[in-house]
């Protein structure tokens, strides 16, 4: 069905016009053009019926908005009867059609349906050229498939395989793995791969939200259906029909989600939140954790029938430590990558670096590793990128070798700090540097969501460590 969005400062209006058009279409209502506006940029409308004069506002304001956010409703304007010359302006602004008030609604329902049409020609049109550019790239050999996965290692290129196997299927697939081995970049890839690129893959972090918001997120409501639920809103699953969702950070969701999450992986319908009217949704799944699922299910944390539907395909991502001989592979294309993005030369690593590179654990993983080269790419001002450049860590008499199993060891507080002030700084480079930890340290955070302790060890830095240079951020002396 069809979503119409109808905006009327008149609720007499609203009203009439969504009772005699709800059989046909999926209605929402407005009444000024910041409500407008807003449910435009949260719902996939399809076709907008709006008034020329709304108290307070111009519609023809609102049409030059709609007509401007990513994928534009196609719009029918009601003006006052005898006022062409601004319908015909709207139309030269980009509105499809007209209908003059008072209005007869056999024929604003037959211009809707038209208007419908038109959109989803439209709709189709922008699919063939999504597909005709895919197609292209595939020529290119620039599609963001396998080919972003860097990594030569026996470990890799069974992960690589499996994709392969499983993308084109729409078998659900479960990705586990620590943080940072590139769990999301595989679902891309599964994705990219699956047959069906052109339509949408949609990623949901499961942690981010709390349970009522995650499951509205995910199923949609009704309106009215909870305090604050003033529209109907359509839930990811029903959006991404016909492409993929990827649920990352499954392991985090509530058990009321999980029986929800059964529902739709068994009977491939939805419900939304406050309506018991089940939809019918094709969608795969794709979904993953750095938790090991079966222990939460042993521990009776996640339903052992949902981890089953879920775990159809499973892959698991090898630890950086455990393909040791990528680093270096890894390392280059990050160089190459971080040197282009900050108008730098590229430069070569030091065989000095590239060791320590080699022999280090990377306890975070592949996005350390490139933090790490981030790092180096930045703070060289040489004709090369040294040890010197690249993070503490690694030059840190705490560095862990990649055989010792050293994971999880803490790192000693005084050692670390009084390493950190033996730091050799020129003076006139130390505020360079410090503007250029700070950049490192928000990163840091960005990466992490925020977890301090998590942030700390991607830096290679202990915990407080950190808090002292937060410190300094915020009140430097
Ligand atoms: N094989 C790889 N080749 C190139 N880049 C990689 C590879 N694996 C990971 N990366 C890069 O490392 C970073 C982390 O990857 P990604 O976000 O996919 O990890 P993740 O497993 O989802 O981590 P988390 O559990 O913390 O969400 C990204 O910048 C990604 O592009
Ligand atoms: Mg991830």
């Known amino acids: 069905m069809a979503t119409l969005l109808i905006v009327d400062?008149?609720?007499?209006?609203?009203?009439?016009?969504?009772?005699?058009?709800?059989?046909?279409?999926?209605c929402y209502l407005a009444s000024s053009i910041k409500e407008a506006m807003s449910i435009l940029k949260s719902e996939p409308i399809d076709l907008l019926l709006t008034d020329l004069r709304l108290a307070g506002d111009n519609g023809m304001d609102l049409l030059d908005q709609a007509l401007a956010i990513p994928q534009p409703p196609v719009a029918v304007m009601?003006?006052?009867?005898?006022?062409?010359?601004?319908?015909?302006?709207?139309?030269?602004?980009?509105?499809?059609?007209?209908?003059?008030?008072?209005?007869?609604?056999?024929?604003?329902?037959?211009?809707?349906?038209?208007?419908?049409?038109?959109?989803?020609?439209?709709?189709?049109?922008?699919?063939?050229?999504?597909?005709?550019?895919?197609?292209?790239?595939?020529a290119g050999n620039r599609k963001h498939g396998l080919e972003s996965l860097i990594g030569k290692s026996a470990a890799m290129q069974k992960v690589s395989e499996l994709v392969t196997q499983v993308a084109p299927t729409r078998a659900t697939i479960l990705i586990e793995g620590e943080s940072g081995t590139g769990k999301e970049l595989v679902a891309h890839a599964i994705h990219q791969l699956s047959g069906r690129p052109a339509e949408k893959m949609l990623v949901v972090n499961c942690a981010a939200l709390s349970p009522q918001l995650l499951e509205s997120e995910l199923f949609g409501h009704e309106k009215g259906a909870?305090?604050?639920?003033?529209?109907?809103?359509?839930?990811?699953?029903?959006?991404?029909?016909?492409?993929?969702?990827?649920?990352?950070?499954?392991?985090?969701?509530?058990?009321?989600?999980?029986?929800?999450?059964?529902?739709?992986?068994?009977?491939r319908t939805v419900e939304r939140v406050g309506s018991n009217k089940p939809i019918n949704v094709d969608v795969r799944v794709?979904?993953?954790?750095?938790?090991?699922?079966?222990?939460?299910?042993?521990?009776?944390?996640?339903?052992?029938?949902?981890?089953?539907?879920?775990?159809?395909?499973?892959i698991l991502m090898p630890t950086l430590c455990q393909r040791a001989e990528d680093v270096v592979i890894l390392a280059q294309a990050f160089l190459r990558e971080f040197s282009s993005e900050n108008q730098k030369k590229l430069k070569p690593l030091t065989d000095d670096a590239l060791s320590k590179l080699r022999s280090y654990s990377w306890p975070g993983n592949v996005r350390e590793l490139r933090t790490a080269i981030e790092h180096g790419v930045v703070m060289s001002n040489e004709d090369v990128i040294g040890c010197q450049h690249l993070p503490y860590f690694l030059n840190s008499s705490e560095h862990k070798p990649t055989l010792s199993a050293a994971q999880s060891s803490p790192l000693s507080v005084q050692k670390e700090d009084s390493h950190?002030?033996?730091m050799p700084l020129a003076s006139n480079e130390e505020f360079n540097l410090h503007v250029l930890e700070l950049q490192v340290i928000r990163r840091a955070l960005r990466e992490t969501k925020?977890?301090?302790?998590?942030?700390?060890?991607?830096?290679?830095?202990?915990?407080?460590?950190?808090?002292?240079?937060?410190?300094?951020?915020?009140?430097?002396?």
Request: proline share 1%.
């Open 450 to 477: 925020d977890n301090r302790t998590e942030a700390a060890r991607l830096l290679g830095i202990s915990r407080r460590t950190l808090q002292r240079k937060l410190k300094d951020i915020e009140s430097p002396s």
């Open 420 to 422: 950190a002030e033996q």
């Open 9 to 26: 400062d008149e609720k007499s209006t609203r009203d009439g016009l969504r009772m005699a058009l709800e059989e046909e279409f999926d």
């Open 78 to 138: 009601m003006t006052a009867y005898g006022s062409v010359d601004t319908a015909v302006e709207a139309m030269r602004r980009g509105a499809w059609n007209f209908v003059t008030k008072p209005l007869n609604l056999d024929e604003v329902e037959l211009l809707l349906k038209r208007a419908s049409r038109s959109r989803s020609l439209e709709k189709d049109k922008v699919r063939l050229e999504h597909e005709v550019k895919d197609l292209r790239e595939k």
């Open 226 to 267: 909870f305090t604050g639920a003033s529209q109907r809103r359509i839930g990811r699953f029903e959006q991404a029909n016909g492409g993929t969702i990827f649920l990352d950070e499954i392991g985090e969701i509530d058990q009321a989600t999980q029986v929800k999450l059964l529902r739709v992986l068994s009977e």
């Open 286 to 314: 794709i979904t993953a954790t750095n938790k090991n699922l079966r222990e939460l299910v042993s521990k009776g944390e996640f339903r052992e029938d949902l981890f089953f539907r879920l775990n159809v395909v499973r």
